[in-house]
């Protein structure tokens, strides 16, 4: 992608100039981001998904003052001639091939942010009360017509006892009608509206945001796994491959100093201070970090399902015909320096050129430069994501 380039998705602005003027900073509305735009999947299409049991959702009804809230899977959804219902579909990305490569649209902004795409139908009236979002959003209109109202109010108290967080004191600031193909882009904590008009759905597209504690929580969880493979006490999800450690967590405690006791249930001073000690030995280095991030951010959601094929390419066949090697929509692929992550492990070989291609460019072309330099070792591993459906074969 040239960042560079206006991009009719953007209103004529090109993804650099969004980062720098828009993104975390100020809404921005886009009539026409997507000229002519007809999702392949319609509303009847999402009153079926949402019968799924793999995927995630609810079902909001707004009556007078009372707000009601249900979870997925259903039987059925109310009738469109009801006015004043909400359904969402969390995460379509992973169901839907349309809606995936329509999300991938957005990674302009890298993969580690990206989050998912939900799909929301209404009849007449439908919406889920004024509320504000902690990540960014884009919200594209897929049918019909919905109303937004927004607000950059700093007032984000909410209605207690609520099955839904609705603001107390919205104060509207702007208003817009989006049709087909238009879009709204919020930044974290613009109070937003949204109100059907008639028929409705709306995509949007979310971002992962996490709190520093949930950062924090990781790479402790990343520096424990470590420490349990160093001690020979069991693997966790971020211990393979063992990274080093310092050899100081090999020693064994000592106290040739320790003196006789009258108070045998008191804790040692030198055991509280060895631990501490301990502690401050592990290195929280950029490797650690990479390891947890890597890892964490490429897991697979439960609800990932693979379509394997039943004869999958060879990809040491000499007589391979062209086509293309692409990721499956549900797999997740990064790197950081030479270290490869894929739906949450750490990839069997090191991020080389042709894969680091694959994993920016979501697929490889066959014959190409890329594929040629591809050596033994990754073409294996490569048939083994083949075999599993992280990886797809299309040819010609």
Same mark, same amino acid.
């Given at each position: 992608?040239?960042?560079?380039?206006?991009?009719?998705?953007?209103?004529?602005?090109?993804?650099?100039?969004?980062?720098?003027?828009?993104?975390?900073?100020?809404?921005?509305?886009?009539?026409?981001?997507?000229?002519?735009?007809?999702?392949?999947?319609?509303?009847?299409?999402?009153?079926?998904?949402?019968?799924?049991?793999?995927?995630?959702?609810?079902?909001?009804?707004?009556?007078?003052?009372?707000?009601?809230?249900?979870?997925?899977?259903?039987?059925?959804?109310?009738?469109?001639?009801?006015?004043?219902?909400?359904?969402?579909?969390?995460?379509?990305?992973?169901?839907?091939?349309?809606?995936?490569?329509?999300?991938?649209? #957005? &990674?302009?902004?890298?993969? +580690?942010? =990206?989050?998912?795409?939900?799909?929301?139908? /209404? *009849? %007449?009236?439908?919406?889920?009360?004024?509320?504000?979002?902690?990540?960014?959003?884009?919200?594209?209109?897929?049918?019909?017509?919905?109303?937004?109202?927004?607000?950059?109010?700093?007032?984000?108290?909410?209605?207690?006892?609520?099955?839904?967080?609705?603001?107390?004191?919205?104060?509207?600031?702007?208003?817009?009608?989006?049709?087909?193909?238009?879009?709204?882009?919020?930044?974290?904590?613009?109070?937003?509206?949204?109100?059907?008009?008639?028929?409705?759905?709306?995509?949007?597209?979310? #971002? &992962?945001?996490?709190?520093? +504690?949930? =950062?924090?929580?990781?790479?402790?969880?990343? /520096? *424990? %796994?470590?420490?349990?493979?160093?001690?020979?006490?069991?693997?966790?999800?971020?211990?393979?491959?063992?990274?080093?450690?310092?050899?100081?967590?090999?020693?064994?405690?000592?106290?040739?100093?320790?003196?006789?006791?009258?108070?045998?249930?008191?804790?040692?001073?030198?055991?509280?201070?060895?631990?501490?000690?301990?502690?401050?030995?592990?290195?929280?280095?950029?490797?650690?970090?990479?390891?947890?991030?890597?890892?964490?951010?490429?897991?697979?959601?439960?609800?990932?399902?693979?379509?394997?094929?039943?004869?999958?390419?060879?990809?040491?066949?000499?007589?391979?015909?062209?086509?293309?090697?692409?990721?499956?929509?549900?797999?997740?692929?990064?790197?950081?320096?030479?270290?490869?992550?894929?739906?949450?492990?750490?990839?069997?070989?090191?991020?080389?050129?042709?894969?680091?291609?694959?994993?920016?460019?979501?697929?490889?072309?066959?014959?190409?430069?890329?594929?040629?330099?591809?050596?033994?070792?990754?073409?294996?591993?490569?048939?083994?994501?083949?075999?599993?459906?992280?990886?797809?074969?299309?040819?010609?």
């Amino acid at each position: 992608m040239n960042i560079d380039q206006p991009l009719t998705l953007l209103g004529g602005i090109s993804a650099h100039e969004f980062m720098q003027t828009y993104w975390q900073r100020k809404p921005l509305l886009i009539r026409g981001a997507i000229p002519n735009f007809k999702h392949s999947l319609s509303i009847d299409n999402i009153r079926e998904l949402v019968t799924r049991e793999e995927v995630e959702s609810r079902l909001i009804i707004h009556d007078g003052e009372d707000w009601e809230m249900e979870t997925g899977p259903f039987d059925e959804l109310p009738p469109a001639s009801q006015p004043n219902w909400t359904a969402l579909a969390q995460s379509v990305d992973l169901h839907d091939d349309n809606t995936a490569a329509l999300m991938r649209q #957005f &990674r302009f902004i890298g993969d +580690a942010r =990206l989050d998912d795409a939900m799909i929301s139908i /209404a *009849s %007449d009236g439908g919406g889920v009360g004024p509320h504000f979002d902690s990540y960014d959003v884009f919200l594209l209109q897929a049918h019909g017509k919905r109303h937004w109202r927004i607000s950059q109010q700093q007032d984000l108290s909410l209605v207690p006892d609520l099955p839904l967080k609705i603001l107390r004191n919205f104060q509207v600031e702007e208003e817009f009608t989006l049709e087909p193909g238009d879009m709204l882009y919020l930044p974290p904590h613009v109070a937003h509206d949204g109100i059907a008009i008639g028929d409705c759905m709306t995509i949007s597209i979310g #971002f &992962r945001a996490p709190t520093q +504690a949930t =950062l924090a929580r990781g790479l402790m969880d990343a /520096a *424990s %796994d470590q420490l349990a493979a160093a001690s020979g006490e069991g693997f966790g999800l971020y211990a393979d491959p063992p990274m080093a450690m310092p050899e100081t967590m090999q020693q064994r405690y000592t106290d040739p100093e320790a003196q006789a006791s009258t108070t045998p249930a008191a804790l040692p001073e030198n055991l509280v201070q060895k631990s501490l000690d301990a502690l401050n030995a592990i290195r929280f280095d950029e490797a650690l970090a990479s390891r947890f991030l890597g890892v964490w951010l490429t897991e697979l959601p439960s609800n990932s399902w693979f379509d394997i094929a039943e004869d999958p390419a060879d990809l040491h066949d000499p007589d391979l015909p062209a086509g293309r090697l692409a990721l499956d929509r549900c797999s997740r692929m990064m790197y950081r320096a030479e270290e490869l992550y894929i739906n949450g492990e750490v990839a069997s070989c090191p991020a080389s050129p042709a894969l680091k291609q694959l994993a920016d460019q979501r697929e490889l072309s066959i014959p190409s430069e890329a594929f040629d330099a591809l050596d033994e070792d990754e073409r294996e591993m490569l048939n083994a994501w083949l075999d599993d459906g992280w990886l797809q074969f299309h040819e010609s």
